[in-house]
Nanobody
Framework: VQLQASGGGLVQAGGSLRLSCTASGSIFSINAMGWYRQVPGKQRELVAA???????NYADSVKGRFAISEDNAKNTVYLQMNSLKPGDTAVYYC?????????????WGQGTQVTVSS
């Protein structure tokens, strides 16, 4: 199983970016997908997550600015990030909780850098 993330980059404060992440390989079912972020010296934190049924969960710091969505047919999750702030600067990691050849477990993408300039 592989998670391929894309869409990071450099943007000015107030701008927007859209992240995408596609899961591929021997996937039997996906329970949930989401995005985490991490800055140097800090723990990785949840940004947003979505279940296969469409239920969503957001960090308080991004509510009203970020929107997570999914395309179940493509095993893809998106994160639309609007009104970006310098504090959103981080490496963003895609996560999927899925079942492959074995029990349900978490998989991680390679990370994509998001930099917001003031």
């Amino acid at each position: 199983v592989q998670l391929q993330a894309s869409g990071g980059g450099l943007v000015q404060a107030g701008g927007s970016l859209r992240l995408s992440c596609t899961a591929s390989g021997s996937i039997f079912s996906i329970n949930a997908m989401g995005w985490y972020r991490q800055v140097p010296g800090k723990q990785r934190e949840l940004v947003a997550a979505i279940t296969s049924g469409g239920s969503t969960n957001y960090a308080d710091s991004v509510k009203g600015r970020f929107a997570i969505s999914e395309d179940n047919a493509k095993n893809t999750v998106y994160l639309q990030m609007n009104s970006l702030k310098p504090g959103d600067t981080a490496v963003y990691y895609c996560n999927a909780r899925l079942r492959s050849w074995g029990p349900l477990q978490n998989y991680w993408g390679q990370g994509t850098q998001v930099t917001v300039s003031s």
